[in-house]
């Protein structure tokens, strides 16, 4: 079946699923609206993790060991800034440094991040459509024992070692969807919505939390189904599970479920889960994704659970 997806997504889990959905799609139908949250401002340069992760991982450039990163960095400028007494918390590598260096740059010359965007993919010949949620600025902050860090002070220095009160979208308000966004998910031509397994409320929140975009995924005219991030009740990659437990969440499908509640048509579990006590249309599969057959797996799995709703209307 034809027709156009659209995947919302956060960085290294997302950034799996938008690469096997490459492969059981066309890549010109596929538009990934990205999280920005993440989004910092460090030594002065414009750091776009979870954009940076697509480019990466979609081009094939990515750390095959960390998932981010590039394959074959080196370390000489982080070498030269620790020598004279710079801040090292956060690893800037020597080819890293490009993206950062030429993204500030074409910033400061006026351009907006969704065209910086388009002009790295279109370098590195991708021919998906990779948009930032917002080309404004919108900070994930974290309300933690200790007082409130900003997300990346939580995620990388502190390893997200505190515990999680409450998190608060910093700009989200006065953001506006970057152009492309809206379009995309009110597409009525598309055959669905994803929203990939990236931490609901650390990497897809932020998402939510631009001023019309949660209104357009309710209101969509293709069927949005998420990927759960739960499989064999923890979370494979980062500090989703234990998030939960702060939060008082059960780690369970349930819970992911009722946090999308009115947006979601779907869910798409993994087979260590299943899918007992779920109250919406959902299917069962293997979700863990450690090769590209497997992403093509899950991919094609969220796409047949999509198209089975959408049958279904």
Known sequence: ???????????VGGAKLVLGLMQAAQPRQITA????????????????????????TLSGKASAAQGWGREGETWTFMDALKSLGGEDWFLLGDGD??????????????????????????????????????DDRVATHVAADGGELPFQRYFVEQ????????????GAEQARPAPGVIDAIGDPEARAILIAPSNPWLSVDPIFAVPGIRDALAAAPAPVVAVSPIVGGQAVKGPTAKLMGELGLEVN???????YAGIIDGLLVDERDGGEGLAIPHDIADTLMKSLDDRVRVARAALALADRIAAGR
Do not use: K
Not at 1 to 11: A, D
Not at 102 to 129: C, Y
Not at 159 to 170: D, G, M, T
């Open 159 to 170: 390893r997200c070692a505190p515990a999680v009160r409450a998190i608060r979208f910093e």
């Open 1 to 11: 079946m034809s027709g156009r997806v659209t995947v919302l997504t956060g960085g």
């Open 253 to 259: 499908n349930q819970a992911i479920a009722a946090h």
């Open 33 to 56: 609206i990205v999280n920005t949250g993440d989004d910092f401002r460090h030594l002065g340069l414009a750091i776009s993790p979870d954009i940076d992760t697509l480019l990466y």
């Open 97 to 134: 440094m490009a993206l950062h260096v030429l993204r500030t740059h074409w910033l400061a010359q006026g351009e907006t991040l969704s065209a910086v965007t388009a002009r790295f993919a279109a370098a590195w010949g991708l021919d998906l459509s990779i948009l930032p949620m917002s």
